[in-house]
């Protein structure tokens, strides 16, 4: 005695829609500029820098920075 036979329906094939796809991301590309428009500059203080000329001479009583040493970022006096 056989039971009853059940019928498998044919397997779609899964496909990814093109156009809601393409509305997300306008929609996420939009909140994100917008997001980014709404933001406030960052606000900086002024500062006066002294301005050098080429005629200038060093001071030789300030630290100088040697590019010869083995650690480049430490300050040598000469």
Known sequence: MEGPRIQLRPRKK???EIIPLIDV???????FVLFTLSLNR???VPVDLPFASP???PNPS???????S?????????
């Open 62 to 68: 300030s630290p100088r920075i040697s590019s010869r």
């Open 25 to 31: 991301i306008f929609f996420l590309l939009a909140t």
């Open 42 to 44: 960052i606000q900086s």
């Open 14 to 16: 899964a496909r990814i």
């Open 55 to 57: 005629n200038d001479n």
């Open 70 to 78: 083995r650690c480049p970022t430490r300050a040598t006096s000469i």
